[in-house]
């Protein structure tokens, strides 16, 4: 990855993250908390590993993601919205009436969107489903899932993964956000499922852990995925709950709790000064 290239995504990343404050303010409400820790996954993604076209969401080869941890929409409609999908004004109309950014993801109203999603633990099985088809199909495109590590708590997940390995599904990708908070605490305190990745070994799957704030890792882990034959991959991504935003980094409490004007205030102030800061690099 060029140095233009890193700057490139730093700074979508900051505005992904400014999206998703500018939406659950607008909306007084959602999940800020694992939609910035995923934020720089989302970036990569969307501008860098996915093959997409904004301008025809619905391409019948295209890349696919799903995301199976539905309630961080925020952040997967900050990306949709930067990479031109639709309007980042629309953002801060966030689960309004009326609105088609509602509080979970909608393949049926909104663009980009692949999989609709929000009982969480379902959408790997949607994926796998999907990577399943394209094979069937002939097709090369490959399938994107993004879980929580809370959401892997669910029994459903493992049996998505058993499955993926049954049918040797090599163009399918799980990224597990390793954010260690959840709603109600620890990961680790809730309901444990480390070692997450000695459990995905066992299943069968190619692994890679990675820092998930490093795009040069990103990088190398998609690339291990995409060179891998005859087995899924899943890329275990240790990340900051809250990322970016300082009064909500590795705040439990920030998991589905909106900011009110003062905290958005001070979340953008912070957002913006790390945009120009990436921008005078």
């Not at 992904?16 to 959602?30: P, S, Y």
Request: include cysteine; charged fraction near 25%.
């Amino acid at each position: 990855m060029t140095a233009t290239e890193k700057k490139q995504l730093m700074a979508a990343a900051c505005k992904v993250r400014m999206g998703v404050i500018e939406g659950t303010h607008g909306a007084k409400a959602g999940h800020p908390g694992g939609s910035l820790s995923a934020a720089d996954m989302f970036t990569y993604l969307y501008f860098k590993e996915m093959n997409i076209d904004p301008k025809n969401p619905k391409w019948e080869d295209r890349d696919r993601f799903v995301l199976s941890k539905g309630h961080t929409a925020p952040g997967l409609y900050a990306a949709l919205a930067e990479r031109g999908f639709f309007p980042v004004a629309d953002l801060p109309t966030l689960r309004h009436i009326d609105s088609y950014l509602q509080g979970h993801p909608n393949m049926n109203t909104i663009p980009g969107v692949d999989m609709s999603t929000g009982s969480l633990g379902q959408g790997i099985s949607a994926a796998a489903g999907m990577a399943l088809a394209a094979k069937h199909q002939g097709r090369t495109c490959r399938v994107y899932a993004l879980l929580g590590d809370g959401e892997i708590e669910e029994g459903q997940p493992w049996e998505a993964f058993m499955f993926a390995h049954q049918y040797k599904l090599d163009n399918l990708c799980a990224v597990i956000d390793n954010n260690g908070l959840q709603i109600d605490g620890k990961v680790e305190d809730v309901m444990s499922p480390y070692p997450i990745v000695d459990k995905l070994k066992a299943f069968g799957w190619a692994v890679v852990e990675i820092d998930g704030h490093d795009f040069n890792q990103m990088e190398a882990a998609f690339a291990k995925a995409r060179e891998t034959k005859g087995v899924p991959t899943a890329i275990v991504m240790t990340t900051v709950k809250g990322r970016g935003v300082s009064y909500m980094e590795n705040q439990v409490g920030w998991h589905g709790k909106a900011p009110n004007d003062e905290e958005y205030k001070i979340a953008m102030d912070e957002l913006k000064a790390q945009l120009a800061e990436v921008e005078a690099m």
